[in-house]
């Protein structure tokens, strides 16, 4: 029975990504989901980091525990990060990333992703987290959500930084060596505009 409720899950999924794009009407939470989505698989199934060795090797705690490999969504990530940063790209319709550095450096302001990053926590969590950020835009019309998830994702590949971002293990190994067990909080945003889709995918970790 759990077979079968998996595999109707996934039709449904599957189905759900495939909706034909009306981009006079386009869906940004749909196509904020298909990313998401496609970026999890995508990190599933690559075997090389961005500069072309292979990842197991360069983050063995893959091996031992594949749950690493997938993104975790954060509301505040999407919130704080994802959504305003895209729309801040679009109202300007110019690619750029948003200085976020100074905002950052701030202790108080970290704290509030400490428990999407950190599954168990110590009584004193180490606030020092890492904040990565990948943005694009493409001109292209794909026929589905799932088609220009794929496409956005095909985008930062050839991009030698972002793709060495979107490839790496975006999960601190210096926390696990403290006994931190931990994940990578993530969200992104899919907006259509000034006759692109801008696309940001946001990392804590």
């Not at 509301?75 to 300007?92: A, G, I, R």
């Not at 450096?105 to 509030?112: A, L, S, T, W």
Request: glycine fraction near 4%; proline fraction near 2%.
């Amino acid at each position: 029975m759990k077979k079968v409720t998996l595999f109707l899950t996934l039709l449904f999924v599957n189905s759900f990504y495939s909706q034909k794009i009306d981009y006079n009407n386009f869906d940004s939470d749909l196509a904020s989901k298909a990313l998401f989505n496609e970026m999890n698989k995508f990190r599933d199934t690559i075997t090389l980091t961005g500069y072309g060795a292979k990842r197991d090797s360069i983050f063995p705690e893959l091996v031992e525990n594949p749950r690493l490999k997938k993104l975790v969504w954060s509301d505040d990530v999407y919130s704080t990060f994802s959504k305003p940063n895209c729309l801040e790209n679009v109202n300007q319709n110019r690619l750029f990333h948003v200085d976020i550095t100074e905002w950052w450096n701030i202790k108080e302001n970290r704290i509030k992703f400490l428990d999407d990053v950190f599954i168990k926590s110590k009584e004193n969590p180490n606030t020092q987290i890492n904040y990565s950020e990948i943005g694009a835009y493409t001109t292209e019309a794909f026929e589905t959500y799932e088609e220009l998830a794929m496409g956005l994702i095909m985008v930062w590949e050839q991009s030698y930084k972002h793709k060495c971002i979107q490839r790496t293990g975006l999960y601190s190994q210096f926390h696990m060596k403290l006994g931190y067990v931990v994940q990578t909080a993530s969200a992104c945003y899919v907006h259509y505009g000034n006759g692109k889709t801008w696309a940001f995918f946001n990392f804590v970790y």
